[in-house]
Nanobody, 116 residues
Framework: VQLVESGGGLVQPGGSLTLSCVVSGITLRNFNMGWYRQGPGKQRELVASITVGGVKTEYADSVKGRFTISRDNTENMVYLQMNGLKPEDTAVYYC??????????WGQGTQVTVSS
């Protein structure tokens, strides 16, 4: 399995970014997916997840109402729309399976920095 994240960058507080994840090596439509992040000096945490058909999504309390996860199984893509960004959202963001028991090899991640 190969996971390639992109779309990060430097953004001012209140700004928006959309992250993308290209998934290869699996049939994406068979797997739930999620977005994780790891901030400076922090543990990696799951911030959003989406079921195989995209019907059900879940979010960490810290991003609820600001982030939206979506997927395109035909294009093997997973997305994270991030609005209302805060400095505490600064982290490296990764896509992967949302269950610790089913984690794939990690990609390189994409850096998101929220700063004025």
């Amino acid at each position: 399995v190969q996971l390639v994240e992109s779309g990060g960058g430097l953004v001012q507080p209140g700004g928006s970014l959309t992250l993308s994840c290209v998934v290869s090596g699996i049939t994406l439509r068979n797997f739930n997916m999620g977005w994780y992040r790891q901030g400076p000096g922090k543990q990696r945490e799951l911030v959003a997840s989406i079921t195989v058909g995209g019907v059900k999504t879940e979010y960490a309390d810290s991003v609820k109402g600001r982030f939206t996860i979506s997927r395109d199984n035909t294009e093997n893509m997973v997305y994270l729309q991030m609005n209302g960004l805060k400095p505490e959202d600064t982290a490296v963001y990764y896509c992967n399976h949302p269950s610790p028991m089913s984690i794939f090899s990690w990609g390189q991640g994409t850096q998101v920095t929220v700063s004025s």
